[in-house]
């Protein structure tokens, strides 16, 4: 095993490393450090070519924005940090992560009809400029009917053409044309065994006062993982031992399986696919899991 990068503000170092994510397209991983909003730019040869702070992108005053927040401008969001997975490639030239907003005006928590309806999901940072430039996705229609700012988070990946979307507390599975930002289908059932009778929430101070109740007395979706035509979705379930996996083949439930608690399916090898726990918080915690799924 060799070290690369220390963690600083030197050339051979890196500023934080919250977040990795690599590019088949053009052999690069991008490593963001949430802290400070700035992505390093590693190439295959482990160098780091450059790093930059994410422009937002705004042009409104403070004021302005406060006053009057837009769905489809930047200012009135921030980053989603704290949760797994929301850097992504995108495309060659952009990166995809995911944002919130906890605008006084435009947030899930109070008065929230028009976050819901209209606020957009992910930011895309073209790589060359180093800003975001466009804004995509949407929230479901579940968020209008039953008020579960706890549960405003989702997974995501995306392939070639598409982005595939799972909200925590949705048992629905969006499949989007990631160029367009149009929606091409939806697929999903309930996983086995789980608690969904979820409390609405009015404030922050009631969402607040619930979190750790609603992430450990509930049950949510917490990982997805797509290869071709089979997605791999995982859920959380009030089990000592296990969680549950979903895999889907051509949108139809082929298999709903027990499944080592805490961890999720994160990539392919020939046949066999492997997964790893989703909050790696000590050495022990760093096991992969070989698996080989026959009937695929």
Known sequence: MSQNFGIGKHTNELIGTDYITYSKLNNKYYVLSSKTGIIAVI???????????????????????????FPY???????????????????????????TSSHPKFNGYFNST?????????????????????LIGRRPALFLSKQLPNYDHFNYEINNENLYLNFYPEDKI????????TLQTVFGVQGEEMKIDYVVTNSYEEA????????????????????????????????????????????????DL??????????????HYYASKINIKRKED???????ITGL
């Open 43 to 69: 190439n295959s040869s482990f160098e780091k070519e450059k790093q930059f702070k994410i422009n937002f992108n705004i042009k409104r005053t403070k004021e302005e924005v406060i006053k009057n927040p």
């Open 73 to 99: 401008l930047m200012d009135s969001y921030e980053l989603d940090y704290g949760y797994d997975g929301i850097l992504k490639v995108f495309d060659k030239n952009h990166l995809a992560i995911a944002i």
């Open 114 to 134: 028009n976050y819901y309806e209209n606020s957009r999901i992910i930011a895309l940072i073209n790589i060359e400029n180093e800003y975001v430039d466009k």
């Open 174 to 181: 969006y499949k989007i044309d990631k160029e367009k930002d």
């Open 208 to 255: 607040h006062k619930r979190e750790f109740e609603d992430y450990t007395e509930f049950n949510f979706y917490n990982s997805l993982y797509i290869d071709s035509n089979i997605v791999f979705r995982g859920y959380t379930k009030n089990n000592i031992l296990y969680d549950g996996l979903q895999i889907f083949k051509n949108k139809k439930l082929i298999a």
């Open 258 to 271: 027990e499944f080592p608690k805490g961890y999720k399916i994160i990539g392919k090898i020939d046949n």
């Open 286 to 292: 760093m096991i992969i899991l070989k698996l080989n």
